[in-house]
T-cell receptor
Framework: KAGVTQTPRYLIKTRGQQVTLSCSPI?????VSWYQQTPGQGLQFLFE???????NKGNFPGRFSGRQFSNSRSEMNVSTLELGDSALYLC?????????????FGSGTRLTVV | TQLLEQSPQFLSIQEGENLTVYCNSS?????LQWYRQEPGEGPVLLVT?????EVKKLKRLTFQFGDARKDSSLHITAAQPGDTGLYLC???????????FGAGTTVTVRA
């Protein structure tokens, strides 16, 4: 079965711009989570969506937002980009979220803010 | 402060040696998961442990979940260069819908 697909793979943006990242989960998975990974902070949880509803949110400013569509695909948006937003953004899908079957991650979107 | 503390942060060993990575927390988890990540890629699930005291073996890898479900360990026997990577533990707490990750252990196995 197809894995988790994240697009684009790489992105370079200028400070102050906004960006939208996309994630297509594994077919049948209804939970999509987003993570930010940086060398200094490791993997930090952004938010989790299930059936188009945000169920949990990490400690990130309101510039970070997301949504989920009826086909479970998800997008995350970062507005007013800052240099510190440069990171690998990972999306993970699971059957129902918070379950014990493990999460499947995409290859990530490498965002560089200049 | 990380919910899950991993140690050591770095491990460099010779091919054929054994290694153990630890993952500890003061919180109780409904499951603990171990992932391995290659540079520039997403983490790949190795195993999920859900029962306190559970031991799972995957070829040369042995995973343990503590009796109190607050800690876990990953042991690799006779490490090979292909075991090189970033090992991450992650936990799910009851009624929580997110994975909390440890900071990771970078393992380097020298040929």
């Amino acid at each position: 079965k197809a894995g988790v697909t994240q697009t684009p793979r790489y992105l370079i943006k200028t400070r102050g711009q906004q960006v939208t990242l996309s994630c297509s989960p594994i077919s049948g998975h209804r939970s999509v989570s987003w993570y930010q990974q940086t060398p200094g902070q490791g993997l930090q949880f952004l938010f989790e969506y299930f059936s188009e509803t945000q169920r949990n949110k990490g400690n990130f400013p309101g510039r970070f937002s997301g949504r989920q569509f009826s086909n479970s695909r998800s997008e995350m948006n970062v507005s007013t980009l800052e240099l510190g937003d440069s990171a690998l953004y990972l999306c993970a899908s699971s059957l129902a979220g918070g379950d014990n079957y493990g999460y499947t991650f995409g290859s990530g979107t490498r965002l560089t803010v200049v | 402060t990380q919910l899950l503390e991993q140690s050591p942060q770095f491990l460099s060993i010779q091919e054929g040696e054994n290694l153990t990575v630890y993952c500890n927390s003061s919180s109780v988890f409904s499951s603990l998961q171990w992932y391995r990540q290659e540079p520039g890629e997403g983490p790949v699930l190795l195993v999920t442990v859900v029962t306190g005291g559970e031991v799972k073996k995957l070829k040369r890898l042995t995973f343990q979940f503590g009796d109190a479900r607050k800690d876990s360990s990953l042991h690799i026997t006779a490490a090979q260069p292909g075991d090189t990577g970033l090992y991450l533990c992650a936990g799910v707490r009851s009624n929580d819908y997110k994975l909390s990750f440890g900071a990771g252990t970078t393992v380097t196995v020298r040929a």
